[in-house]
């Protein structure tokens, strides 16, 4: 079991970078496969990055795959989710999921942040 909390969001402008974090107060992330979902106004939660337990894999969503690195320290029980080249589309409240990751695919598990707030705009 894990209590999972992001933090990192906040407004930033069109083709800024951002960076994501993901930790937990009970727990270890190395138990787990991990990944990043958002949820856009009005729309529904969709899968953006998940990675294996052991950083070995990562896979990504086709939207955001060459400008969103995910990334994990297993060490501190730290998940990242770098974004580069952010467009409005990409506005949306981020959320981190403890799950399985097996043969490339993430299946996200019922274990979630509250989610983090990132804004793009001008």
């Known amino acids: 079991q894990v209590h999972l909390m992001e933090s990192g969001g906040r407004l930033v402008q069109p083709g800024g970078s951002l960076r994501l974090s993901c930790t937990t107060s009970?727990?270890?992330?190395?138990?787990?496969?991990m990944g990043w979902y958002r949820q856009a106004p009005g729309k529904e939660r969709e899968f953006v990055a998940g990675i294996s337990w052991n950083a070995v894999s990562t896979v990504y969503a086709g939207s955001v795959q060459g400008r969103f690195i995910i990334s994990r320290d297993n060490a501190n029980n730290i998940l990242y989710l770098q974004m580069n080249s952010l467009t409005a589309e990409d506005t949306a409240v981020y959320y981190c999921n403890a799950g399985d990751y097996y043969a490339g695919r993430f299946r996200h598990g019922d274990q979630w942040g509250q989610g983090t707030q990132v804004t793009v705009s001008s």
């Open positions: 009970v727990g270890l992330l190395s138990d787990y496969g």
